[in-house]
């Protein structure tokens, strides 16, 4: 057999994600027929989910760079300044990241897999991590899959709840949607957050130190066994079948816990004898890519011996010793004269061989100032190239060509308030998610001021002592992503901006996950393009501070989101922004207090219903005019909002978005307390579908009609919308909702549909 | 005693509350110190006037929830420093511990003779995080040194657990009763054994278990995550509620008390002897 021909058989029998041509650019690297650990590594560093081939050239469109910006997109996580307090600088560290084709093939593991996949990557950066979000996209749970989408979005719950309950890191919310373009391809987006002390970041690459000293390579945790081995080729590829369950890990969060009170105490004890180290998490690619990226990116070598790994398999063949994604583990990078305090500190002082059979930290790898990186395994060399070649990486230009979903307007626009009113709380969109949050713990770690669903985002306080509060929120909406895809990618940084701006935080960064279909489409490489352009555009407009955009910092790209049978899920890309509010004390949520107060309108309803909860659950429509995004209108009402906050004029604030000023303001009042219940009755009662469901943006504010009369100039996109009232009811002149009639419904329609299946149509 | 008590909050594999915790701790003006679960001689020298075990998932649940922990070496000293009278909180996963120990309700010394069983919710199962409200027993406000501040007042606070439902031997239910420290009821402080008054399905809609002498305390409930008042939601009724209410927006807001601090400052009361 000829090259050519050992590379296809050797694609096919392994079952690689790497092209013929790719498998030859490698074997020109090496000088002769690849090892099996050397394909299986470059098919994993190759791969769409590691190299971002398809998308890295559409990248460069996202603004990254603004003066709060310590670490851009590249490592593990990004980082942005925070605040002083007490004498250090603290900064927010945050990754972004999928796990769609895991959770739709085994929903509790993908799920919690996701979890603990993203927190690691926060981790590895120095950083104690405070909190995490989900962003879940489910097929039509009454629709003609339902019953698996039913099984799937309950699966997907347990495991984030497992997880991260476990682990100790709070739920900051997330959201949760449902539309029948995911039936095939659901999409878990996970997001997680910490802080680090400024002078304690760490890097995930062997210092400059290793040139002049022997540095060792560490490996911390899970002893290696052959799960997820070929996950990140199994995530760049169409899901053909549920077979492929062998490529999902199995997530510890127990031996996660230890592990992280253990690293945190090996940091500590390097820093603090100045000891220079390079620390990175084993992700996708696992052993190999971990030895590999630290030598590479430190412009070193490393010569790594699989017979030091502790395996909980035998005879596992190299490249799944190498390869496979046992989940809990951490390379460290150290000098070799600290290496045995370092292990002391997780094999004794830890326990960790104790409490999990295998686990431990062992030196497994030496770096070399000659740039190879070198395997052995049974005293054979398993594989062998340039270092820097396995960084490289490589690019494609994707050909793209617009598609357009026409505009099409429904013929009449009945408008009923009270009917709407309520069949929109009741359906699964406009539901409430406490059936959903109740099994995510939003508390532990002491520092949450408003958890799930009392304000607009998530807000916590975590440093102790210091009051400067981090508000968080993700959005992204698929009714607009079916209809426009640039606009999908504008509104889903300009709604995640205005949760945050309503609780009275300024955004500082911006993180993103792009979920498409298959980007050798020219339709669907089209769409991501779009959604990429939308959020630059309102990144460029939506940085509050100063004159810099919104960076966005970290985020992800998911492609391949599409089964053989369905097409493409709808574009759906996916946006968390996080803010600063430099007192906690001052933040505003959504619950309705003073009866007498006004209800403000910041910005005019438009006829724009494309996409919207009304059009879809009272008329059953699905096209439309969505939106437009009017950057320098949302970047005028957010300064309003913060401006109001600021001052204390504010006593409630909720974004308006799915169901238009009528269901923001039920929601408003449903979140006041069971002992002082409030309603609002609006000033016009005329049924305009224009003036009650439109999702232009903008926001709801409860005022005092004495604050209201200070603001001087008033800008013309306010207005007064109605009044706070100590009735349990949405309400006008002409017409009068209870919502105690819907109360029980909205709270448990969910819990009916989802986990009791009482409701199924 | 030490002129500044000295509370030990005990740390095992899993433990997840443990930094909230001491801060509480020390923020009530004593001091406060972390111990890993090997640590049991730095335990003894030092010899702490109470002992908090936090919330978590020791050993992953392994067995039951906290069955494993409390079988660790350093138990047995928190175990005979109990006998002798000092005082014990053991919160969530810690109550667990408590009565996988037989520290609570303690009648026969080294007999486990309660259990924390699954919620018992009709149509679910599973993790339940929700705000529950409870009041005291009139004896815990007597003998308890965590609850010497509690009166009669609804104390609202957080659950965040799967396995809370104290359950008792048939033979026991009759003594129960006099182990309740803490019962779950509505906001206006009204018991009753309904979903979601009791959260759970607790026998006597038990949210806390106490030994005979009051100085051990198991609690499902999070007073360290109610500690201060902004940690509790904008929507809380009654007298806490009400509090919130008045302090939103002024400048004592956010480092004024909450229900979760007359735990802690009951102890700290306790040892200044006005208990």
Same mark, same amino acid.
């Given at each position: 057999?000829?090259?050519?021909?050992?590379?296809?058989?050797?694609?096919?029998?392994?079952?690689?994600?790497?092209?013929?041509?790719?498998?030859?650019?490698?074997?020109?690297?090496?000088?002769?027929?690849?090892?099996?650990?050397?394909?299986?590594?470059?098919?994993?560093?190759?791969?769409?989910?590691?190299?971002?081939?398809?998308?890295?050239?559409?990248?460069?469109?996202?603004?990254?760079?603004?003066?709060?910006?310590?670490v851009g997109p590249g490592e593990d996580a990004g980082i942005v300044k925070f605040t002083d307090h007490d004498g250090f600088s603290?900064?927010?560290?945050?990754?972004?990241?999928?796990?769609?084709?895991?959770?739709?093939?085994?929903?509790?593991?993908?799920?919690?897999?996701?979890?603990?996949?993203?927190?690691?990557?926060?981790?590895?950066?120095?950083?104690?991590?405070?909190?995490?979000?989900?962003?879940?996209?489910?097929?039509?749970?009454?629709?003609?899959?339902?019953?698996?989408?039913?099984?799937?979005?309950?699966?997907?719950?347990?495991?984030?709840?497992?997880?991260?309950?476990?682990?100790?890191?709070?739920?900051?919310?997330?959201?949760?949607?449902?539309?029948?373009?995911?039936?095939?391809?659901?999409?878990?987006?996970?997001?997680?957050?910490?802080?680090?002390?400024?002078?304690?970041?760490?890097?995930?690459?062997?210092?400059?130190?290793?040139?002049?000293?022997?540095?060792?390579?560490?490996?911390?945790?899970?002893?290696?066994?052959?799960?997820?081995?070929?996950?990140?080729?199994?995530?760049?590829?169409?899901?053909?079948?549920?077979?492929?369950?062998?490529?999902?890990?199995?997530?510890?969060?127990?031996?996660?816990?230890?592990?992280?009170?253990?690293?945190?105490?090996?940091?500590?004890?390097?820093?603090?004898?100045?000891?220079?180290?390079?620390?990175?998490?084993?992700?996708?690619?696992?052993?190999?890519?971990?030895?590999?990226?630290?030598?590479?990116?430190?412009?070193?070598?490393?010569?790594?011996?699989?017979?030091?790994?502790?395996?909980?398999?035998?005879?596992?063949?190299?490249?799944?010793?190498?390869?496979?994604?046992?989940?809990?583990?951490?390379?460290?990078?150290?000098?070799?004269?600290?290496?045995?305090?370092?292990?002391?500190?997780?094999?004794?002082?830890?326990?960790?061989?104790?409490?999990?059979?295998?686990?431990?930290?062992?030196?497994?790898?030496?770096?070399?100032?000659?740039?190879?990186?070198?395997?052995?395994?049974?005293?054979?060399?398993?594989?062998?190239?340039?270092?820097?070649?396995?960084?490289?990486?490589?690019?494609?230009?994707?050909?793209?060509?617009?598609?357009?979903?026409?505009?099409?307007?429904?013929?009449?626009?009945?408008?009923?308030?009270?009917?709407?009113?309520?069949?929109?709380?009741?359906?699964?969109?406009?539901?409430?998610?406490?059936?959903?949050?109740?099994?995510y713990d939003s508390e532990v770690q002491g520092s949450t001021h408003f958890r799930p669903g009392e304000a607009d985002a998530c807000?916590?306080?975590?440093?102790?002592?210091?009051?400067?509060?981090?508000?968080?929120?993700?959005?992204?909406?698929?009714?607009?992503?079916?209809?426009?895809?640039?606009?999908?990618?504008?509104?889903?940084?300009?709604?995640?901006?205005?949760?945050?701006?309503?609780?009275?935080?300024?955004?500082?960064?911006?993180?993103?996950?792009?979920?498409?279909?298959?980007?050798?489409?020219?339709?669907?490489?089209?769409?991501?393009?779009?959604?990429?352009?939308?959020?630059?555009?309102?990144?460029?407009?939506?940085?509050?501070?100063?004159?810099?955009?919104?960076?966005?910092?970290?985020?992800?790209?998911?492609?391949?989101?599409?089964?053989?049978?369905?097409?493409?899920?709808?574009?759906?890309?996916?946006?968390?922004?996080?803010?600063?509010?430099?007192?906690?004390?001052?933040?505003?949520?959504?619950?309705?207090?003073?009866?007498?107060?006004?209800?403000?309108?910041?910005?005019?309803?438009?006829?724009?219903?494309g996409g919207s909860l009304y059009y879809r659950t009272c008329i059953d429509h699905r096209g439309g005019k969505v939106p437009e995004?009017?950057?320098?209108?949302?970047?005028?009402?957010?300064?309003?909002?913060?401006?109001?906050?600021?001052?204390?004029?504010?006593?409630?604030?909720?974004?308006?978005?799915?169901?238009?000023?009528?269901?923001?303001?039920?929601?408003?009042?449903?979140?006041?307390?069971?002992?002082?219940?409030?309603?609002?009755?609006?000033?016009?009662?005329?049924?305009?579908?224009?003036?009650?469901?439109?999702?232009?943006?903008?926001?709801?504010?409860?005022?005092?009609?004495?604050?209201?009369?200070?603001?001087?100039?008033?800008?013309?996109?306010?207005?007064?919308?109605?009044?706070?009232?100590?009735?349990?009811?949405?309400?006008?002149?002409?017409?009068?909702?209870?919502?105690?009639?819907?109360?029980?419904?909205?709270?448990?329609?969910?819990?009916?549909?989802?986990?009791?299946?009482?409701?199924?149509? | 005693?030490?002129?500044?008590?000295?509370?030990?909050?005990?740390?095992?594999?899993?433990?997840?509350?443990?930094?909230?915790?001491?801060?509480?701790?020390?923020?009530?003006?004593?001091?406060?110190?972390?111990?890993?679960?090997?640590?049991?001689?730095?335990?003894?020298?030092?010899?702490?006037?109470?002992?908090?075990?936090?919330?978590? $998932? !020791?050993?992953?649940?392994?067995? *039951? @929830?906290?069955?494993? &922990? /409390?079988?660790?070496?350093?138990? #047995?000293?928190?175990?005979?420093?109990?006998?002798?009278?000092?005082?014990?909180?053991?919160?969530?996963?810690?109550?667990?511990?408590?009565?996988?120990?037989?520290?609570?309700?303690?009648?026969?010394?080294?007999?486990?003779?309660?259990?924390?069983?699954?919620?018992?919710?009709?149509?679910?199962?599973?993790?339940?995080?929700?705000?529950?409200?409870?009041?005291?027993?009139?004896?815990?406000?007597?003998?308890?040194?965590?609850?010497?501040?509690?009166?009669?007042?609804?104390?609202?606070?957080?659950?965040?657990?799967?396995?809370?439902?104290?359950? $008792? !031997?048939?033979?026991?239910?009759? *003594? @129960?009763?006099?182990? &309740? /420290?803490?019962?779950?009821?509505? #906001?206006?402080?009204?018991?009753?054994?309904?979903?979601?008054?009791?959260?759970?399905?607790?026998?006597?809609?038990?949210?806390?278990?106490?030994?005979?002498?009051?100085?051990?305390?198991?609690?499902?409930?999070?007073?360290?995550?109610?500690?201060?008042?902004?940690?509790?939601?904008?929507?809380?009724?009654?007298?806490?509620?009400?509090?919130?209410?008045?302090?939103?927006?002024?400048?004592?807001?956010?480092?004024?008390?909450?229900?979760?601090?007359?735990?802690?400052?009951?102890?700290?009361?306790?040892?200044?002897?006005?208990?």
């Amino acid at each position: 057999m000829n090259l050519q021909d050992k590379l296809k058989e050797a694609i096919r029998h392994r079952s690689l994600a790497m092209t013929l041509e790719e498998a030859e650019k490698l074997a020109g690297y090496v000088g002769r027929m690849p090892t099996p650990l050397e394909l299986h590594l470059f098919d994993t560093m190759w791969s769409e989910h590691c190299s971002y081939k398809s998308s890295r050239s559409v990248l460069k469109l996202l603004p990254t760079h603004a003066s709060s910006v310590v670490v851009g997109p590249g490592e593990d996580a990004g980082i942005v300044k925070f605040t002083d307090h007490d004498g250090f600088s603290w900064d927010l560290v945050v990754a972004h990241e999928s796990h769609n084709h895991p959770s739709q093939v085994l929903p509790v593991e993908g799920a919690a897999t996701g979890i603990g996949g993203i927190v690691r990557d926060v981790y590895c950066m120095g950083a104690r991590v405070t909190g995490s979000l989900d962003l879940l996209r489910f097929g039509d749970p009454l629709g003609s899959s339902g019953e698996k989408t039913r099984a799937i979005c309950r699966g997907v719950v347990e495991g984030i709840w497992k997880y991260g309950n476990a682990l100790g890191v709070p739920n900051l919310g997330g959201d949760t949607r449902f539309h029948d373009g995911y039936d095939d391809n659901c999409l878990v987006n996970v997001v997680s957050l910490g802080f680090v002390r400024h002078d304690r970041i760490v890097h995930s690459f062997v210092p400059i130190e290793a040139h002049q000293e022997q540095y060792v390579l560490i490996l911390v945790g899970k002893p290696t066994d052959d799960t997820g081995f070929g996950g990140a080729t199994f995530a760049s590829a169409d899901l053909e079948d549920e077979s492929e369950k062998g490529a999902v890990q199995v997530a510890d969060p127990f031996l996660k816990r230890v592990l992280s009170e253990a690293n945190l105490n090996v940091l500590d004890y390097l820093f603090d004898k100045e000891i220079k180290f390079g620390f990175k998490d084993l992700g996708a690619g696992g052993i190999a890519c971990v030895t590999s990226e630290l030598a590479a990116h430190g412009n070193l070598g490393i010569e790594v011996d699989l017979d030091l790994v502790p395996v909980s398999i035998p005879d596992l063949p190299s490249e799944v010793i190498a390869c496979a994604e046992t989940q809990e583990r951490y390379g460290l990078a150290v000098p070799q004269r600290v290496a045995a305090e370092v292990l002391e500190i997780y094999n004794e002082k830890f326990e960790m061989p104790r409490l999990f059979p295998g686990a431990g930290a062992t030196v497994i790898g030496t770096f070399t100032p000659e740039p190879f990186y070198r395997v052995l395994h049974c005293g054979r060399e398993v594989a062998n190239t340039p270092v820097e070649y396995i960084t490289e990486g490589i690019i494609y230009d994707r050909d793209w060509e617009p598609s357009p979903a026409p505009v099409i307007e429904p013929d009449s626009r009945p408008c009923d308030p009270q009917e709407d009113l309520k069949k929109m709380l009741l359906s699964v969109d406009g539901a409430s998610r406490s059936p959903i949050w109740t099994y995510y713990d939003s508390e532990v770690q002491g520092s949450t001021h408003f958890r799930p669903g009392e304000a607009d985002a998530c807000i916590t306080v975590p440093i102790p002592g210091c009051r400067a509060g981090l508000s968080v929120s993700g959005d992204g909406n698929p009714w607009i992503g079916e209809l426009d895809p640039f606009l999908a990618g504008a509104h889903a940084v300009g709604e995640a901006v205005r949760n945050v701006v309503a609780t009275g935080a300024i955004p500082i960064a911006a993180t993103d996950c792009l979920n498409y279909g298959n980007p050798e489409k020219a339709d669907v490489f089209w769409q991501f393009r779009q959604g990429v352009e939308g959020i630059a555009a309102a990144c460029r407009e939506l940085g509050l501070e100063g004159e810099d955009p919104l960076p966005v910092v970290s985020g992800n790209v998911s492609f391949y989101n599409q089964s053989s049978q369905g097409g493409a899920i709808p574009p759906s890309p996916i946006v968390a922004v996080f803010g600063r509010i430099d007192d906690f004390s001052k933040s505003t949520d959504i619950s309705l207090k003073t009866p007498g107060n006004l209800i403000i309108l910041v910005g005019n309803r438009m006829d724009e219903l494309g996409g919207s909860l009304y059009y879809r659950t009272c008329i059953d429509h699905r096209g439309g005019k969505v939106p437009e995004f009017r950057g320098k209108l949302e970047r005028e009402m957010a300064l309003f909002v913060l401006d109001c906050c600021e001052s204390g004029m504010s006593k409630a604030v909720h974004d308006i978005s799915d169901g238009g000023m009528i269901l923001a303001a039920a929601e408003m009042a449903i979140a006041s307390r069971p002992d002082a219940r409030r309603g609002i009755i609006f000033e016009t009662g005329l049924p305009d579908p224009v003036v009650f469901y439109s999702e232009t943006p903008g926001y709801l504010i409860e005022m005092s009609q004495k604050s209201w009369d200070a603001i001087e100039n008033k800008p013309e996109f306010l207005s007064v919308a109605g009044r706070v009232t100590d009735e349990f009811t949405i309400a006008s002149p002409l017409w009068r909702m209870d919502l105690m009639e819907i109360l029980e419904d909205h709270a448990d329609r969910l819990d009916r549909i989802i986990w009791r299946e009482e409701v199924t149509e | 005693m030490k002129s500044v008590p000295l509370v030990a909050v005990i740390q095992f594999p899993g433990s997840n509350c443990e930094y909230e915790t001491a801060r509480v701790i020390r923020d009530s003006g004593m001091n406060d110190r972390i111990y890993r679960w090997n640590q049991w001689r730095e335990l003894k020298d030092s010899r702490p006037d109470a002992y908090v075990l936090p919330g978590g $998932f !020791s050993f992953q649940d392994r067995i *039951r @929830a906290g069955a494993v &922990a /409390a079988k660790e070496r350093i138990m #047995d000293m928190v175990f005979s420093e109990a006998a002798d009278g000092k005082p014990v909180l053991g919160i969530c996963n810690g109550a667990q511990i408590l009565v996988e120990s037989g520290m609570v309700p303690g009648w026969e010394r080294g007999r486990i003779e309660s259990a924390l069983a699954a919620n018992h919710i009709s149509g679910r199962s599973g993790y339940l995080s929700r705000w529950i409200f409870l009041r005291a027993s009139d004896r815990a406000q007597q003998i308890c040194p965590w609850l010497g501040l509690a009166g009669n007042r609804v104390i609202p606070l957080p659950i965040a657990h799967a396995e809370g439902r104290f359950v $008792f !031997s048939e033979e026991n239910h009759a *003594r @129960a009763e006099s182990s &309740a /420290a803490l019962k779950y009821c509505d #906001d206006k402080g009204i018991e009753s054994s309904d979903y979601p008054v009791n959260p759970n399905g607790s026998f006597l809609n038990l949210a806390a278990v106490m030994n005979d002498r009051g100085n051990v305390l198991a609690m499902m409930p999070h007073p360290e995550r109610a500690y201060w008042l902004w940690q509790l939601p904008p929507w809380i009724p009654g007298e806490w509620g009400d509090k919130r209410g008045q302090l939103l927006g002024s400048g004592s807001y956010a480092a004024a008390e909450g229900p979760g601090s007359l735990f802690f400052k009951s102890l700290a009361d306790f040892f200044r002897g006005e208990h």
